[in-house]
């Protein structure tokens, strides 16, 4: 290559390169990569360790989540515990929100964006978050979702308007700014059962169930010898007999209830459990469950919790037990009954709410007496055969059983 091909070769590549830089230079302009807020964090600096009191406020919806003696709490359900994991992972989320486009949008515009604080349908959401002393901290006003349309085919149908991939957003409810997060945030909603914490007693090891109610004759009781025994009724009656296959479905009950809201236990009686069905479990670690269940209400029922235990403090050395063996037995035992006090501690404490539990959960203990019992089958009496022969009171007489048939005139003479 001689010196003037090497020049004209270097002049091409300086008129690419610029032409590049202009074509790239033009995409930022087109995109908005030149504002300044484009990928920063939404909220900054956000002291997440600091919040104490989330408030949620849109329309006449309110929701406050307080941080109490370091428990997380849904002050709109009585203080019952929340979902800290839930509350944990939201806040990490928004204080790594980052800005996808930004633009300073007039008081006329914001109604359309569903950014205006107060009342009516498409009111904004407003979320505070404030430290211990309810100072606030960041507000943050949610508004409309930006909706992607899918060019893929639903194997649910249309989807409508598509799918959140983002809202539209304000920080601060005197701001002028509206950005745009990657994310609808649907998670962020004022609804308090959303944010309870979901952890619920569990039964294990049942050794008996009974069932008494309003109507006595309904009442049932039955119980089992081992863990995997077969379920026997108690004071059976003449004739009554246990389905198995039915009974089967005590094997797991409770073992892992679920629930779907809570209430405080004073108003129970409003809840329809002034004469409920009374549930009362065994266990074969002594522990007893009292489950008073009321009227179910839409596919729920309220119910109401006891629990009560008989953990033997010490435990009885067996037989020619040795003393190395005895030791670890011993340890064994008071690992164990630690585990049951701590359950025990933790189930006492949903004395304290009536909980509305599925009825997909009760309706297999919640059973008449009669619709545990084997099924009797109807016997029907035999009828008669149309070749049965006459019996003795039958009539011999054979002018009665000649065949009424007219003779003829042709006929022989009798």
């Known amino acids: 290559m001689n010196r003037k091909q090497f020049a004209l070769l270097l002049f091409l590549l300086v008129v690419l390169g610029i032409g590049g830089l202009m074509v790239y230079n033009r995409q930022n302009d087109l995109s908005g990569a030149g504002d300044p807020a484009l990928g920063k964090k939404l909220l900054g600096n956000f002291p997440v360790n600091d919040v104490a009191h989330i408030a949620f406020q849109q329309g006449t919806n309110e929701l406050n989540l307080v941080k109490k003696d370091n428990l ?63 100072k606030s901290l960041r507000t943050l006003l949610l508004g409309k979702k930006h909706m992607q349309k899918s060019n893929r085919p639903s194997p649910y149908g249309d989807m409508g308007e598509g799918y959140p ?41 049942l050794r008996s169930i009974s069932l008494s109610g309003p109507a006595a004759t309904n009442s049932w009781q039955v119980s089992r010898e081992t863990e995997t025994g077969e ?133 297999p203990l919640l059973k008449d007496r009669a619709q545990l019992l084997v099924e009797k089958k109807e016997t029907k009496e035999p009828t008669a055969s149309a070749t049965t022969p006459p019996g003795p009171e039958a009539s011999t007489d054979v002018t009665k059983i000649v065949n009424p048939i007219t003779l003829g005139t042709n006929a022989p003479a009798q």
């Open 72 to 134: 997380w709490r849904v002050r709109e359900r009585d203080d019952y515990p929340a979902n800290y994991q839930q509350i944990s992972e939201a806040l990490l989320k928004l204080s790594d929100l980052k800005v996808v486009q930004s633009e300073t949008v007039g008081a006329s515009q914001l109604p359309r964006l569903d950014l205006v604080a107060g009342q009516g349908s498409n009111a904004a959401l407003v979320v505070d978050f404030k430290d211990a002393q309810d």
């Open 165 to 205: 991939d983002g809202r539209y957003v304000k920080v601060g409810a005197t701001s002028d700014k509206v950005d745009l997060v990657g994310d609808g945030l649907t998670q962020l909603e004022p609804r308090p059962e959303q944010w309870l914490n979901k952890d619920f007693f569990k039964v294990e090891k």
């Open 231 to 363: 379920w026997k009724l108690a004071d059976a009656k003449t004739g009554e007999q246990l389905d198995t296959s039915k009974a089967s479905a005590f094997n797991n009950a409770l073992t892992s209830p679920t629930f779907t809201d809570v209430a405080p236990a004073s108003k129970a009686d409003q809840l329809g459990l002034a004469k409920p069905n009374v549930l009362t479990v065994q266990t074969f670690d002594n522990f007893t469950y009292t489950v008073k269940v009321g009227q179910k209400t839409n596919d729920d029922y309220p119910v109401l919790i006891s629990v009560t235990a008989d953990l033997p403090k010490e435990r009885t050395p067996g037989k020619d037990e040795k003393p190395d063996d005895k030791a670890k037995l011993d340890k064994v035992f008071k690992d164990n009954q630690s585990v049951l006090e701590a359950k025990l501690d933790k189930d006492k404490t949903y004395g304290n709410w009536v909980y509305l539990m599925s009825s997909w959960t009760l309706d």
